[in-house]
C-alpha cells in the first residue's frame, strides 16, 4: 500500500486584500516560513523514510518543501500536475474587483464552480484533468507497495486532488478547506483509494502569527 501525504504551502506575504493568486509568483510570508518549519519536523519525523518529494513549480510551494528536504536529506522534484490553477484575466485581480468586472462570471464561480471557465485561463476541469495526471505519474514513478511520497501543492489543487480520490463532484468544491501548511493523508492500493485524514494541522497549534 502506497501512502501519499498530500500538503499545502504556507501563508504568502500580501496576502490581504483577497485576491486571485494563481500563477503569480509570492514568497512565503514570515509566518508562513515558521509554518513550513512545523511541518517538516512533523512530516519528517513520521515519514523519514519518504521515497520522494514532490511539489508545484511555483516558489511558494518549493518555499515550503526547503526545511522538509533538508530533514529528509533529498531534493524536492517539480511536477506540473501540481501546478497552480491559472485564472487567466483575473489572476492579481482582487475579489471585489473581479466581482465589478464579471459580476455573473464572479456569481458563477462562488455558486457553481464546475460550470466557468476562468477568462484567458483554466476550468475545474482542466484542473482536474492535469492533477489526475500529475497523479498517475506519480504514482508510475513508485509502484511499491509501501513507498511513502510526498506532495506540496496549492489550495485549488488539493481540493481537485481530493474531490477526485473522494469521488465527489466539482460542485462540492467549496466544502473542502485546505489551510496552509496542512496535510491530507492518503493510501493507495491498487485501484482502492482511502482518505485517511483532510486539513491536519495540528502542528500548527500555539504558533503566534505575529512573532
Not at 138 to 151: F, I
Not at 173 to 181: E, G, H, T, V
Not at 197 to 206: K, M, P, Q
Request: proline share 6%; aromatic share 6%; glycine share 8%.
Amino acid at each position: 500500500m502506497a501512502t501519499l501525504i498530500l500538503m499545502r504551502h504556507g501563508h504568502v506575504a500580501g496576502i490581504l486584500p483577497a485576491r486571485f493568486r494563481g500563477r503569480a509568483e509570492l514568497d512565503l510570508s514570515p509566518l508562513g516560513r515558521r509554518q513550513a518549519e512545523r511541518l517538516a519536523s512533523r512530516v519528517a519525523k513520521r515519514f523519514s523514510c519518504a521515497a520522494a518529494l514532490y511539489t508545484s513549480p511555483m516558489g511558494r510551494c518549493k518555499q515550503t518543501a526547503e526545511p522538509l528536504a533538508r530533514l529528509l536529506n533529498t531534493e524536492p522534484q517539480p511536477l506540473h500536475g501540481l501546478q497552480d490553477l491559472d485564472y487567466g484575466l483575473w489572476q492579481g485581480l482582487t475579489h471585489e474587483e473581479v466581482k465589478k468586472r464579471w459580476p455573473d462570471l464572479y456569481a458563477g464561480w462562488r455558486g457553481t464552480p464546475q460550470l466557468i471557465r476562468f477568462p484567458g485561463g483554466e476550468s475545474l476541469q482542466d484542473l482536474v484533468a492535469r492533477t489526475a495526471d500529475g497523479l498517475r505519474e506519480v504514482l508510475r514513478r513508485h509502484p511499491g507497495n509501501s513507498e511513502v511520497v510526498l506532495l506540496v501543492g496549492h489550495d485549488s489543487v488539493n481540493r481537485a486532488l481530493l474531490l477526485q480520490l473522494l469521488d465527489q463532484p466539482l460542485s462540492a468544491y467549496w466544502l473542502l478547506a485546505q489551510s496552509p501548511c496542512c496535510i491530507n493523508y492518503i493510501e493507495v492500493q491498487g485501484r482502492r483509494v482511502q482518505v485517511r485524514g483532510i486539513n491536519d494541522t495540528a502542528h500548527l497549534e500555539g504558533l503566534d502569527p505575529d512573532a
